[in-house]
């Protein structure tokens, strides 16, 4: 997930003071308050209940007053990184315990967290970035709150998949949301495949790592349709470019990879609905790979848009060729 970027022009906010007390220690004397623009505004406690509370991608004015009073106002924050939240919190003056909840130790940090939810604590749940539950752990904690009847409050806000959308100038009155590709080459391009049957806008975090490799898959599996590839979201350096998906794979050594992608893909057009021949032979030559005929022609027929007959003759034509002499 994108990380916060306190440089962005445009804030006007001050940091508070150092010597505020530290958001891991115990503030039970310390009034309840946020810094905003200079004012220091006293805050009531949150209600019991779990709080999930987006918070910025990237600028840190990007944060609902809500969500401020909510944090300043919990008796604990739990975080995926610590120092990540931190930078916000500082931000605002807001003294609020940590606590650090990601994949790693959420499992044994669940019944802790429940067990103060169920004695009438509130606990805000914040990711490093963006709305949480969106590629991280705190679904299961969500559920396990409601299966016991536990409160739990959604605080709106910043969503990279949402800003992502709104600049991409494509169609967003229906989109598919993937999250991130598989690393591995063979895994990703059977995973595009299988995106290639999806007729809507489709939205991709990918890492700069991986980027030109997954917009070159894109480009050869998906064919003609536009993108928009948005980085660094909110942040200093944000950028958004629109390309076919053919010139954005022509043009992917050039790309600047730095900081965290989201993609936007366009639906295929009316005219470009079903797979080209070259697509076609593509798609049965890695399933004929990895299967029967059978079942090539089964996963051809649903994911490209040609007749059954004209794809199990078309099967039995590779797999003939590729047979060795």
Same mark, same amino acid.
């Given at each position: 997930?994108?990380?916060?970027?306190?440089?962005?022009?445009?804030? !006007?906010?001050?940091?508070?003071?150092?010597?505020?007390?530290?958001?891991?220690?115990?503030?039970?004397?310390?009034?309840?308050?946020?810094?905003?623009?200079?004012?220091?505004?006293?805050?009531?406690?949150?209600?019991?209940?779990?709080?999930?509370?987006? !918070?910025?991608?990237?600028?840190?004015?990007?944060?609902?007053?809500?969500?401020?009073?909510?944090?300043?106002?919990?008796?604990?924050?739990?975080?995926?990184? !610590?120092?990540?939240?931190?930078?916000?919190?500082?931000?605002?003056?807001?003294?609020?315990?940590?606590?650090?909840?990601?994949?790693?130790?959420?499992?044994?940090?669940?019944?802790?967290?429940?067990?103060?939810?169920?004695?009438?604590?509130?606990?805000?749940?914040?990711?490093?970035?963006?709305?949480?539950?969106?590629?991280?752990?705190?679904?299961?904690?969500?559920?396990?709150?409601?299966?016991?009847?536990?409160?739990?409050?959604?605080?709106?806000?910043?969503?990279?998949?949402?800003?992502?959308?709104?600049?991409?100038?494509?169609?967003?009155?229906?989109?598919?949301?993937?999250?991130?590709?598989? @690393?591995?080459?063979?895994?990703?391009?059977?995973?595009?495949?299988?995106?290639?049957?999806?007729?809507?806008?489709?939205?991709?975090?990918?890492?700069?790592?991986?980027?030109?490799?997954?917009?070159?898959?894109?480009?050869?599996?998906?064919?003609?349709?536009?993108? @928009?590839?948005?980085?660094?979201?909110?942040?200093?350096?944000?950028?958004?470019?629109?390309?076919?998906?053919?010139?954005?794979?022509?043009?992917?050594?050039?790309?600047?990879?730095?900081?965290?992608?989201?993609?936007?893909?366009?639906?295929?057009?009316?005219?470009?609905?079903?797979?080209?021949?070259?697509?076609?032979?593509?798609?049965?030559?890695?399933?004929?790979?990895?299967?029967?005929?059978?079942?090539?022609?089964?996963?051809?027929?649903?994911?490209?848009?040609?007749?059954?007959?004209?794809?199990?003759?078309?099967?039995?034509?590779?797999?003939?060729?590729?047979?060795?002499?």
């Amino acid at each position: 997930m994108p990380q916060d970027d306190r440089t962005r022009s445009g804030y !006007t906010d001050p940091m508070p003071p150092r010597s505020s007390p530290r958001p891991d220690t115990d503030t039970a004397a310390v009034p309840r308050q946020i810094l905003v623009a200079g004012h220091a505004i006293t805050v009531s406690k949150a209600p019991p209940g779990l709080h999930i509370a987006a !918070t910025p991608i990237g600028n840190l004015g990007d944060i609902t007053l809500r969500a401020l009073e909510t944090l300043a106002g919990s008796d604990v924050i739990c975080c995926e990184d !610590t120092r990540v939240t931190r930078k916000l919190l500082d931000r605002y003056g807001i003294t609020t315990p940590l606590s650090p909840y990601h994949e790693h130790n959420a499992a044994l940090m669940r019944p802790k967290i429940l067990a103060r939810l169920a004695q009438g604590d509130s606990v805000a749940l914040v990711s490093d970035a963006g709305t949480p539950l969106i590629s991280d752990p705190g679904f299961k904690l969500v559920r396990e709150a409601c299966a016991v009847g536990l409160a739990v409050h959604a605080l709106p806000g910043p969503s990279s998949i949402l800003a992502a959308l709104s600049v991409a100038a494509l169609p967003t009155d229906r989109f598919f949301f993937e999250g991130f590709l598989p @690393a591995k080459e063979g895994a990703r391009r059977n995973r595009i495949n299988e995106l290639a049957r999806i007729g809507v806008t489709l939205v991709l975090f990918e890492s700069g790592a991986r980027v030109q490799d997954s917009l070159r898959d894109l480009a050869e599996i998906l064919g003609p349709r536009d993108i @928009a590839i948005c980085r660094e979201m909110t942040k200093l350096h944000e950028d958004v470019r629109r390309f076919s998906l053919a010139d954005a794979a022509a043009q992917a050594e050039r790309l600047e990879t730095r900081g965290e992608f989201v993609l936007v893909i366009g639906p295929p057009s009316e005219e470009t609905g079903r797979m080209s021949e070259d697509q076609l032979d593509m798609l049965l030559r890695e399933q004929l790979a990895h299967g029967s005929v059978k079942d090539a022609v089964a996963a051809a027929v649903e994911l490209s848009g040609h007749p059954r007959r004209e794809v199990y003759a078309r099967a039995l034509a590779l797999a003939h060729k590729d047979e060795p002499e």
